[in-house]
């Protein structure tokens, strides 16, 4: 399965912003997923992830209240929703199964100013 992030953008502190992963190759409905971040010089982060049923939702606590993780395995189509965004929400942010198992891909770029 390929996996492709994109929706990221350049906004400010407070603003939302919706990020899609879209999957290609093979469905993802049997797979955990989750959204990861990396800013240059840390160790990329888990953010969020989501049972295959949708069953249950897990997020790192800096993200907590303000992020949601959803899906549609319809669409094969993994989301995250980033409400009051942060300056230090700034990243590349990746989706992967979990345990990721994909190639990264290039990520999305958000960037949250102040």
Known sequence: VQLQASGGGSVQ???S???SCAASGRSISSYDM?????????PREFVAAIKSTSSNEYYAD???GRFT???DNAK????????SLKPEDTAVYYCNTVPSSRPWGQGTQVTVSS
Not at 34 to 42: D, I, M, S, T
């Open 69 to 71: 993780i959803s899906r």
């Open 62 to 64: 800096s993200v907590k």
């Open 76 to 83: 094969n189509t993994v989301y995250l929703q980033m409400d």
């Open 13 to 15: 502190a407070g603003d």
């Open 34 to 42: 989750g959204w990861f971040r990396h800013v240059p010089g840390k």
């Open 17 to 19: 912003l919706r990020l």
